[in-house]
């Protein structure tokens, strides 16, 4: 029988932090040895913050390496460059005429970083969820493993799959959002009310995947907590919560065994082993990355067979979908 589809992208809009690998990209590498998955990067989405041409580039081969760095297995799963498969656009520009402005202006995603950039709004930020869902509908997606933030594109993705085949006749799968309990949402380490974000212009608010040791353990030190001094999993300690979920990402240990284990000792002891916990996990991947990053050629044969499996699967759903809402075949 058949896998079921996991899809899921990340953009290549600068270095990749622990949020990310803890809420996206280690559940990846869990789902590929049972899903047919696409893992995607999302160049196309990248553009609707403005990024330096040099840099974009630069940055899409290192989303890829960090992929692979982490465990992806090309033999296993898909891995591929968005805007190297065009039906992505396409697909994008049929769901546009099925999307509603007023649904579309009610994401928080969009309102919040329009609130950044109030002078020069441009469309594409806009419509950046339809994108999103034509990405994930392309491959009759089941499963999408993201992050806590993007519950609300993902609602939408389901809902213009319904009215899709509501108005043309079945076409799509309706996808599920697969969120995890914890380390969903990682928060920033210097104000533990936001998500942790490397878009963020204070360095100490993010760890980076790709820092080295002595930076860790600063950002760490420097973590906001508060003045309780124990060591539980409660809202009303989110620095400490943050923590706990970020070691409990990279131990594996549970949330009540990390309680157990610091009662009574303080933050000072907890805090020294969250940084040494990152610093191991990271390790192996950050040595990988840097074999990964000196070999361009394994790099380009990966995204060019990721894209040529993609665009096979990604055809067949367009040419349905020009079929079914009217165009005539070329
Ligand atoms: P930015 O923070 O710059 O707006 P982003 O990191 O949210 O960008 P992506 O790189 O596309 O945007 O995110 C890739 C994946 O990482 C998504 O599934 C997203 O939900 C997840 N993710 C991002 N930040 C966090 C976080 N702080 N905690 C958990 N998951 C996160
Ligand atoms: N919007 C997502 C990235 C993204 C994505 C996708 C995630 C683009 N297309 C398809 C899952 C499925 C974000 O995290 N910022």
Redesign the pocket.
Known sequence: MARKVVF???????G??????????KNFVDLQDSYDCYYCI?DL??IT?PQVPKDLRKNTLE?LATYLASGLDPKKCTLFIQSHVEAHAELTWVLNSISYMGQLNRMT?YKE?SRKSEENLNAALFTYPVLMAADILMYQTEFV??????KQHLELARDLAERFNNRYSETFKVPEPLIQQF??????LQNPGD??????QNENS?ILMLDDPDTIRRKIRRAITDSIGEVIYTDDQPGIKNLMNIYNAFSGDSIDAIEDRYRGLGYGKFKDDVAEVIISGLKPIQERYIELMDNKDYLETVYRQGAEKAQFTAMKTLRKVYRKVGFIQK
């Not at 899921?8 to 600068?14: E, F, T």
């Not at 493993?145 to 993007?150: F, H, I, R, W, Y």
């Open positions: 899921s992208g990340v953009q290549p809009s600068g990749l932090t622990i949020g990310n690998y803890i809420g996206a990209i999302v989405h990248a913050i989303v995603q970083k493993p993201v992050g806590d933030d993007q380390g969903a949402r990682i928060m920033d998500k942790m974000s490397k878009s963020n993010y």
